[in-house]
């Protein structure tokens, strides 16, 4: 607690003129002995608003949550056991602080929660948690690329690059033309043991973080030719993520590719039906054609479609490799994507696993809630606090769709963002909006801040004055919030994210991990990559020893380290010399 509010108020400061800034003044004393009654007296009065005791939980209520608390870790216990599945989801940008505001937000508006604090995220009720570290090798603050190579490819490398080593410098060319310096991914890692896999976004499918799964690419938005001679570059030495779908393996094997982005599949003669616009490739390379055309290769049946209708009527059953683009771009808000047949991240996401989950081998999917970062960079809490929800509803989804002793589910973020919350407001104000007392100015302050970005001035130039949010409509979505640094787009944090993990393995994830970690331990829960193996990953009738348990005979841990030696080397002699 700020020491301020324990104190008597000092002067407000010299009013210049007016009645108004006067009355807001003597306001802001009045308040102030409000809260310093608060806060000493311990009552819930707070400016002529109380907060019935009634309506409070009781002490007995906390007493039993932590019962509750306490019973539900004796019961579950951490679960050591093969993962045949993993599903990653991502929130780009949803930092730590957005995820306290977005429980609070569902809390209110869905959930009927008498205040909304007490409400929880899906994601929430995952029984471990850890802390992600979101630096990138070469900046302080990580952009979602060099974090893709981060949580997906395993190693930290340079911003703005995208599955590959430190070796290739931002927008180097010539150092991404050589496949030496190119790194795999969590996908291509579950795909060399037989999984199938998949990758949901609600960007464009050929952007970062979603094209890191195959593409090795020095520049993160170079996903069309055109974008790399644009650079003045030559797509011939460092093609596109595009054309790394054809190209790579990774890309060739993935299954299922959903999210928008259909603009940069199609070359610009290629006129799209839906929105009677051009594409973006200048290569005349049909990416989406081209893909079906490579799947015939493949065994299975192969589909690309365009629309939420298509995606909703599709007989999975009969569909083994999907191409889904929904849009031009990136996906709309979540709640423009019904009038626009644009289907939600839930829909995807339930698709996707119903056609991954086929493979007796078991599934790889990797999520990607791209909306939440543009809402920040935007300055638009309540939209980034909405699709934040969404995101949460397809985690859910996922959650529900799967088994927790087979299925490791993590959810994680790429980075933060500069929102604060922060202000001592009664329980249950609404989050989007201000504060009950004023700031020393006289004026309130919302409960959300940003430190940075496009949103409107935080002082008046004119008068001087800073904004008054109280004459603003906060619970319009695109709302934006005042900020006291003008900055084009909002800059990204690097306060630690979130992980979120249940299923096997998943206690693994507590503690503070390198964001470069996260791949690694997936993997050593899904037995997959060239890592260190876990102790269940080799069935026990493949080994002529009696007991290879080696929580009951540790010797036997000696003949273990021997098959996974061979298990390695064959993978190794297989896939060596792939790009
Ligand atoms: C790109 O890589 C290929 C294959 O390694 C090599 O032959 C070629 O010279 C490289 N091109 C450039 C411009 O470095
Ligand atoms: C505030 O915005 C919401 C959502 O756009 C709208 O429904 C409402 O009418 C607005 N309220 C005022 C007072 O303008
Ligand atoms: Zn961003």
Redesign the pocket.
């Known amino acids: 607690m700020h020491p301020r509010w324990n104190q008597i108020p000092p002067s407000p400061p010299v009013s210049t003129s007016g009645d108004v800034e006067r009355s807001c003044s003597a306001k802001m004393q009045l308040f102030k002995v409000s809260i310093i009654f608060v806060l000493s007296a311990g009552t819930s009065v707070a400016i002529g608003k109380e907060v019935p005791s009634q309506w409070l939980e009781t002490p007995t209520h906390w007493r039993n949550l932590a019962k509750e608390a306490i019973l539900s870790k004796e019961r579950q216990g951490p679960l050591e056991a093969v993962a045949k599945n993993g599903i990653f989801f991502i929130g780009d940008g949803m930092g730590l602080t957005s995820v306290s505001a977005a429980r609070v937000f569902k809390g209110q508006r869905d959930d009927g929660a008498r205040f909304g604090e007490e409400s929880s995220l899906h994601m929430e009720t995952f029984p471990y948690s850890g802390l992600s570290k979101t630096y990138c090798l070469d900046t302080q603050v990580a952009d979602s690329s060099c974090s893709a190579t981060a949580y997906l490819c395993g190693i930290k490398a340079r911003f703005a690059t995208a599955g590959l080593t430190p070796g290739v410098l931002f927008a180097d060319c010539r150092g991404q033309n050589n496949t030496d310096l190119h790194v795999s991914s969590i996908v291509e890692w579950a795909q060399r043991e037989g999984k199938s896999t998949g990758v949901v976004t609600s960007g464009r499918v050929t952007a970062i973080p979603g094209a890191a799964n195959w593409a090795g690419i020095a520049r993160r938005s170079w996903e069309t030719d055109a974008d790399v001679a644009e650079w003045g570059m030559n797509p011939e030495v460092c093609p596109d993520t595009g054309i790394q779908l054809l190209r790579k393996e990774a890309g060739q094997r993935l299954n299922v590719l959903l999210g928008g982005g259909r603009h940069r599949l199609t070359p610009v003669e290629k006129i799209d039906q839906e929105t009677n616009s051009p594409g973006k490739r200048t290569d005349g390379r049909n990416i989406a054609e081209e893909w079906l055309v490579m799947k015939e290769g493949q065994t299975g049946t192969a589909r690309y479609i365009t629309g939420r209708d298509e995606l909703m009527g599709l007989n999975v059953l009969e569909v083994d490799h999907l191409l889904g683009s929904f849009a031009m771009s990136e996906l709309p808000w979540s709640d423009e994507l019904e009038r626009n047949n644009d289907p939600t991240m839930t829909e995807m996401v339930a698709v996707a696993i119903k056609i991954l989950n086929k493979n007796p081998n078991g599934f790889f999917l990797f999520v990607h809630g791209s909306k939440i970062d543009s809402a920040h960079h935007s300055n638009r809490p309540g939209r980034a606090l909405r699709e934040i929800v969404e995101f949460d509803k397809a985690v859910k989804t996922g959650d529900e769709m799967t088994d927790d002793q087979d299925t490791l589910i993590v959810v994680s973020a790429d980075h933060s963002h500069t929102m604060g919350y922060s202000g001592y407001n009664v329980r249950g104000n609404p989050i989007l909006r201000h504060s009950i007392i004023p700031a020393d100015d006289g004026f309130v302050f919302s409960t959300l801040n940003y430190a940075n970005g496009p949103g409107p001035a935080w002082t008046n130039p004119d008068t001087g004055l800073r904004h008054n949010v109280l004459l603003d409509?906060?619970?319009?979505?695109?709302?934006e919030l005042p900020v006291p640094v003008p900055l084009f787009s909002e800059a990204h944090s690097s306060e630690d994210v979130p992980i979120f993990a249940k299923g096997p393995y998943a206690h693994y994830f507590a503690g503070v991990q390198e964001q470069s970690s996260i791949p690694h331990l997936i993997a050593y829960a899904l037995c997959v990559g060239d890592g260190l193996k876990n102790r269940h990953c080799i069935p026990s009738d493949e080994t002529t020893t009696e007991n290879l348990d080696p929580t009951t005979t540790p010797s036997s841990a000696p003949a273990h380290g021997l098959v996974y030696y061979l298990v390695l080397l064959t993978i190794f002699t297989i896939f060596h010399g792939r790009g």
């Open positions: 409509n906060t619970t319009n979505p695109n709302y």
